[in-house]
């Protein structure tokens, strides 16, 4: 599969068989989100690997009631980490690249689970405060998604994009 080919066939998947994901794959999976871009090359995210059953069905509690995120066989719990980027980068860091770094690192970590034949979804809704409790995330971590990942049990169609014209603008914005 080619780099557009996983761009194009990646879907929020909120459906998940049973099957155990290879460690692996799961560890391609990470890798592919420490190779994605990130500010001065600081690298400033963290992912939680959670694989206990009790756990998913509090992360999925604290993400309200979203019961196939505990349904699948792992949750990655993808952070910003505001302290490695506000070393360097003050305020810009702790507010903004943290979060820019986590995001690169996530897109590159769910084309890499499709392009492995597995599925996952950006899950953003959630109780911040709850899911730090859960599991033990320190102040200076910001947790940023829950990506819910094992083998697709749907095919969901494509939802639909808007036109290029929609939201590029030539030389200048209008
Ligand atoms: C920042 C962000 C937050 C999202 N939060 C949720 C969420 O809380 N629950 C959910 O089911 N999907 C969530 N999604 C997935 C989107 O609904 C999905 O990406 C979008 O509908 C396009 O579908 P596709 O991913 O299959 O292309 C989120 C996606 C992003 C990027």
Same mark, same amino acid.
């Given at each position: 599969?080619?780099?557009?080919?996983?761009?194009?066939?990646?879907?929020?998947?909120?459906?998940?068989?049973?099957?155990?994901?290879?460690?692996?794959?799961?560890?391609?999976?990470?890798?592919?989100?420490?190779?994605?871009?990130?500010?001065?090359?600081?690298?400033?995210?963290?992912?939680?690997?959670?694989?206990?059953?009790?756990?998913?069905?509090?992360? !999925?509690?604290?993400?309200? %009631?979203?019961?196939? =995120?505990?349904?699948? &066989?792992?949750? /990655?719990?993808?952070? +910003?980490?505001?302290?490695?980027?506000?070393?360097?980068?003050?305020?810009?860091?702790?507010?903004?690249?943290?979060?820019?770094?986590?995001?690169?690192?996530?897109?590159?970590?769910?084309?890499?689970?499709?392009?492995?034949?597995?599925?996952?979804?950006?899950?953003? !809704?959630?109780?911040?405060? %709850?899911?730090?409790? =859960?599991?033990?995330? &320190?102040?200076? /971590?910001?947790?940023? +998604?829950?990506?819910?990942?094992?083998?697709?049990?749907?095919?969901?169609?494509?939802?639909?994009?808007?036109?290029?014209?929609?939201?590029?603008?030539?030389?200048?914005?209008?």
């Amino acid at each position: 599969m080619d780099v557009f080919g996983a761009i194009k066939g990646r879907r929020s998947i909120r459906k998940f068989k049973k099957d155990p994901v290879e460690n692996e794959k799961l560890n391609k999976i990470i890798e592919a989100g420490i190779w994605a871009p990130s500010a001065g090359n600081l690298q400033s995210w963290e992912v939680v690997v959670v694989k206990e059953p009790e756990l998913k069905e509090k992360l !999925a509690a604290a993400a309200y %009631l979203r019961e196939f =995120i505990s349904q699948a &066989p792992i949750v /990655l719990v993808i952070c +910003a980490n505001k302290r490695v980027c506000s070393s360097i980068y003050d305020k810009r860091g702790s507010e903004l690249y943290c979060i820019q770094d986590a995001a690169c690192a996530g897109e590159n970590m769910l084309l890499a689970a499709h392009a492995l034949g597995l599925g996952s979804c950006w899950i953003g !809704a959630f109780d911040e405060e %709850l899911v730090c409790e =859960i599991i033990n995330i &320190p102040d200076l /971590l910001r947790p940023l +998604a829950l990506f819910p990942l094992g083998y697709p049990d749907e095919k969901p169609y494509p939802p639909p994009r808007d036109d290029m014209g929609e939201f590029v603008h030539q030389e200048k914005f209008h």
